[in-house]
């Protein structure tokens, strides 16, 4: 049976797998494609420029005893990068050569290796023309651990954070995920771990980052054909902060450069801090590879603030802002407001606010009055989640029933309802619509809601389903 690259290629992965950690073989190993054998040559296709050097400066023994098991001492392994946005390039990949075997290649190969050569390096943070090569950190250093007063809605997260502070990359909360619903603290306590690394290790290069600006920088270096330039950029870091983590979803090339970019600070010891909206568990449209990094330190959830810790807060914000208020109405404030910080300090300020510009004390009845029409202006956050769960319950079915791929009349209007009240109520893409309602796609989602939209304008019955509904997610 004649060799092929691929047959050598998957006899060398398990002698190799043999000998290095599970997590290691699967990072640095499984995306490698044998690509072409040639005698004694295997040619092999590694993602990117970074890659190939971590294999030639951590494994290159490692490998050149699998290859001369298998192809002889005469054996020698050939690189080929794939590159990024060859636009108009007729070379799909550029061969990359090892120094130990520059010997055997021709002048034209070592050309086209130098050609290749990534540029200087550039900072994303810094507008062209303007040279300056120091990082700054983009901290808000009003978020600090002193104005994140601890309860047991919190207690582990703020707990974890502090051990990160004080010791980054060298605790086993690596990533460090904290996650919550809207307003109850993750930004704070993010930035107040970058604040407090700062002030502790002033020589450490601290970066906070929402992935929606991580995600813009990155598709600006794909335009400009400086992606190398990016990822070398952001593996500089010390302690990488990535705020709504979440936002990667269904960003395939966003997510694969984060990929290589946490596996390389991870396994340099750089601390990674991560938050997102919910728990990596349900986080949709993420791949496999980069939710499972996700769980390898920890993850900390934020919940909605106790009574005891509700009380803390508006204390605590009115002593910052210098102001006295009644006890009744702080009470009264704390029994109201329950669903997050982010809506207990805006009342705060709103109630503040009418008492200065009316020249008016601080009553009761104003505070009720501030309450109810905040609460009342507030719209809740609503989710895919409790949308498929409304209307699970509306019409008495699982949410299992709801997501399956029956074709039953009455399952099939739940689950078009829900996918048009997704659309209508969340900023989700279609295509990640109908990921989380039964694995559909996008095109799915579109139909739903014109069937919706239809079955409302000639059915009475299905018009009272959608305005039951309605009432029921805004309420």
């Known amino acids: 049976m004649a060799r092929t690259a691929k047959s050598v290629w998957e006899n060398c992965l398990s002698f190799i797998e043999d000998n290095i950690s599970p997590q290691a073989y699967k990072t640095w190993f499984e995306p490698i494609i044998a690509v072409k054998l040639a005698d004694n040559s295997l040619s092999i296709q590694v993602p990117s420029k970074f890659f190939y050097e971590w294999l030639e400066e951590h494994y290159v023994k490692l490998l050149k005893v699998a290859l001369t098991k298998e192809l002889g001492e005469k054996a020698k392994l050939i690189y080929s990068i794939k590159m990024e946005n060859t636009y108009g390039n007729k070379q799909p990949y550029t061969e990359k050569i090892p120094s130990s075997q520059r010997s055997n290649v021709s002048a034209q190969e070592v050309n086209v290796q130098l050609k290749n050569k990534s540029p200087e390096l550039k900072n994303p943070f810094v507008f062209p023309g303007i040279r300056n090569v120091k990082i700054d950190s983009q901290l808000n250093p009003n978020y600090s651990f002193d104005n994140f007063l601890e309860g047991d809605s919190n207690r582990l997260a703020r707990s ?164 006295e208020m009644p006890e009744d109405i702080i009470e009264y404030l704390a029994n109201n407001i329950k669903t997050n910080i982010r809506e207990l300090e805006g009342a705060i300020i709103s109630l503040i606010a009418h008492s200065s510009f009316n020249k008016k004390d601080i009553t009761l009845s104003l505070a009720k009055k501030i309450v109810e029409n905040y609460v009342k202006n507030t719209k809740r956050e609503v989710s895919i989640d409790y949308i498929q769960k409304v209307v699970s319950d509306y019409f008495q079915m699982d949410i299992e029933v709801l997501q399956s791929k029956t074709r039953k009349r009455h399952i099939v209007q739940a689950r078009q309802l829900a996918m048009y009240f997704s659309k209508k109520l969340t900023k989700a893409s279609l295509a990640s619509i109908g990921s989380q309602i039964g694995k559909r796609d996008h095109a799915t989602v579109l139909h739903a809601c014109k069937t919706v939209n239809n079955l409302s304008a000639t059915d009475k019955q299905f018009k009272k389903y959608v305005e039951d509904l309605n009432k029921k997610l805004n309420s």
């Not at 983590?245 to 290589?260: E, R």
């Open 160 to 323: 974890a954070g502090m051990a990160v502070a004080n010791k980054p990359g060298g605790t086993s909360f690596n990533p460090l995920l904290v996650f919550g619903g809207v307003g109850l603290g993750k930004t704070h306590l993010a930035h107040a771990i970058g604040v407090e690394i700062k002030d502790k290790y002033p020589e450490k290069t601290v970066l906070y980052i929402s992935a929606e600006k991580f995600t813009q920088q990155f598709i600006e270096s794909v335009k400009k054909n400086t992606r190398n330039d990016f990822i070398h950029f952001y593996q500089l870091i010390d302690v990488l902060i990535v705020d709504d983590i979440q936002l990667l979803s269904g960003k395939a090339g966003t997510q694969d450069v984060f990929f290589h970019i946490f596996n390389h600070l991870h396994q340099n010891g750089k601390q990674v801090i991560l938050t997102s909206d919910k728990a990596p568990v349900d986080i949709q449209d993420i791949e496999q590879r980069l939710l499972s990094r996700f769980k390898w330190g920890l993850s900390a959830e934020l919940q909605q603030p106790d009574y005891e810790t509700r009380i803390s807060i508006i204390k605590n914000k009115l002593y910052r802002d210098g102001v």
